[in-house]
């Protein structure tokens, strides 16, 4: 009997290969499913199904997650402003535990012998898949052609041609990996630290000139409305992704340390994540207190990181969630945010919580909250431990 194989599949050149590589080469029965986080349209889906069977894979899966991965994720980054070194909003990184997840358990429900992906032996991806691979599925053979083969890009390709396939295989000098959570973008340019990317390296390219002011809603920490029209979250991060990109906002490279023990360079274009993380920053800097505030920065720096380690199932991060979940309690209200050519800037908030109340004064104007002799006082206590320090340096 034939080992059944569920593949991890997304249509790239590295998926496409291992369909008749282990169909004919290893002699398993291919089954594959490609788990849809938001990098795809409807007919792309149509397109890559008819692919995968057209290479042999006996059936094919495509799995909409795109919800469970905003209500599991995408709100809590956006609750924790997770930004990886201050920079990059795990675009693509934080949906493949996801894909593994939904693929771990695609391949239990239909009786799998193994599962399969088209990682290479040299980033990040591998230890992903295989890390959530191991927590749901460890009696499942895990099969990785690419990174046992070591197969390089042009044997992939002359291999699939000497099979009588030959799709026009990508062959441009640009890797890109999209999402609802935005674009991921590497190379030549990414492999050393000095050049930057050039126009053409991104898949949105910039028409819009001039500017334009939008209204971003929040509820309890969640985007609510755009413009005032209430929405979705993922039909607001969508609507904004279309009229943010063509400003080419949202551009940046991102430098790391990876899983794999390398310093990572990566080009990104991520404009509604940013938009909506700052704009989400501001509310809460007018609603929360500083401890709040404080806590918050270091347990989401430590949720980014596990996220794009893929050690979401860890249970540290349903205890950090629920912290993040509880703090958003009064991060309600609107932003206004300005657009303009690479940039934006957010002009305001408005809020029923805004803790910058003129009831108690204007800071550095005037104030009824406290009087001078009460400030004078403050001070005293303040300073005292500080100075009983130093007149014992002086002793």
């Given amino acids: 009997m034939k080992t059944k194989v569920i593949l991890a599949y997304s249509g790239g050149l590295d998926t496409s290969f291992c369909i008749p590589y282990l169909t004919r080469e290893k002699g398993m029965e291919v089954h594959t499913v490609l788990v849809n986080t938001g990098g795809f349209t409807a007919a792309e889906i149509i397109r890559l199904e008819e692919k995968a069977k057209n290479l042999g894979a006996v059936s094919h899966k495509t799995l909409d997650i795109q919800q469970t991965y905003y209500d599991k994720c995408l709100r809590f980054m956006i609750y924790g402003n997770v930004l990886k070194n201050n920079t990059y909003p795990l675009s693509v990184s934080s949906e493949r535990a996801f894909q593994a997840m939904a693929t771990a358990q695609y391949a239990k429900e239909q009786g799998a012998d193994a599962i399969a992906h088209g990682c290479t032996g040299a980033g990040n991806d591998q230890v992903r898949f295989d890390y959530i691979l191991q ?22 390709i002359n291999y699939l041609r000497s099979k009588g396939f030959d799709y026009a295989w990508q062959t441009s000098k640009y890797s890109i990996n999209q999402g609802i959570w935005g674009t991921s973008v590497g190379g030549a340019e990414t492999l050393h630290s000095a050049d930057e990317l050039p126009e053409e390296a991104f898949p949105i390219p910039r028409t819009k000139e001039g500017t334009e002011v939008m209204t971003i809603g929040f509820e309890e920490g969640e985007p609510v409305s755009l413009n005032g029209v209430p929405m979705p979250p993922l039909e607001l991060i969508h609507t904004l992704h279309q009229t943010a990109a063509p400003y080419g906002i949202g551009r940046d490279i991102h430098v790391g340390d990876t899983i794999v023990g390398l310093k990572g360079r990566v080009g ?6 940013l ?3 700052k704009s989400h920053h501001l509310l809460e800097k007018h609603v ?3 401890w709040q505030l404080y806590w918050k920065d270091q347990l989401s720096q430590w949720y980014g990181m596990m996220l794009h380690e893929a050690q979401y199932p860890d249970p540290v991060m349903r205890n950090i969630e629920a912290f993040l979940e509880d703090t958003q309690q ?9 657009l303009r050519p690479y940039t934006f800037s957010l002009t305001g908030c408005t809020s029923p919580f805004d803790l910058m109340d003129s009831t108690y004064g204007y800071y550095g104007e005037k104030t009824e909250a406290f009087t001078a002799a009460d400030v004078a006082g403050f001070v005293r206590i303040l300073s005292l ?9 002086k002793e």
């Fill in 135 to 156: 927590i749901m599925a460890p009696d499942m053979q895990v099969i990785a052609p690419i990174r046992e083969g070591k197969f390089s890009r042009a044997e992939e």
């Fill in 268 to 273: 990104f274009e991520a404009a509604a994540p």
């Fill in 275 to 277: 938009i909506l993380i």
């Fill in 288 to 290: 929360l207190g500083k």
């Fill in 330 to 338: 009064r991060v309600t209200g609107t932003v206004s945010v300005r």
């Fill in 385 to 393: 431990p500080v100075q009983i320090h130093r007149n014992k340096e």
